[in-house]
């Protein structure tokens, strides 16, 4: 099993950026397909990003797609999720999760083993 901890979120003015990090308690990220989802209040679970374990394959919601940039660095066990040109309605808890099936990276929620406890982002307008 793997620990999955977010961190980087905050309060940003809409047209702002934040890095959001994912470090993994285990060398098997390595291997680990991952992604980011998000939820607003009241709100399902969305996907926004996800790579696959030699970040060969990316993905991308069609929301986000040209404004956020998802990496992973294998070395130092951690995720990252770029964000710029934020708006309102990216504001959200923003979820990291590790795929043990390592790739190609999945778009659904159930693809996914282990979850972060999640890092809030909030976007005024």
């Known amino acids: 099993q793997v620990q999955l901890e977010e961190s980087g979120g905050g309060l940003v003015q809409a047209g702002g950026s934040l890095r959001l990090s994912c470090a993994a308690s285990?060398?098997?990220?390595?291997?680990?397909?991952m992604g980011w989802f998000r939820q607003a209040p009241g709100k399902e679970r969305e996907f926004v990003a996800a790579i696959s374990w030699n970040s060969g394959n990316t993905a991308y919601a069609d929301s986000v797609k040209g404004r956020f940039t998802m990496s992973r660095d294998n070395a130092k066990n951690t995720l990252y999720l770029q964000m710029n040109s934020l708006k309102p309605e990216d504001t959200a808890v923003y979820y990291c999760?590790?795929?043990?099936?390592?790739?190609?990276?999945?778009?659904?929620?159930?693809?996914?083993?282990?979850w972060g406890q999640g890092t809030q982002v909030t976007v005024s307008s």
């Open positions: 999760a590790a795929d043990r099936r390592g790739g190609p990276a999945g778009i659904r929620a159930y693809e996914y083993d282990y």
């Open positions: 285990r060398r098997t990220f390595s291997s680990y397909a």
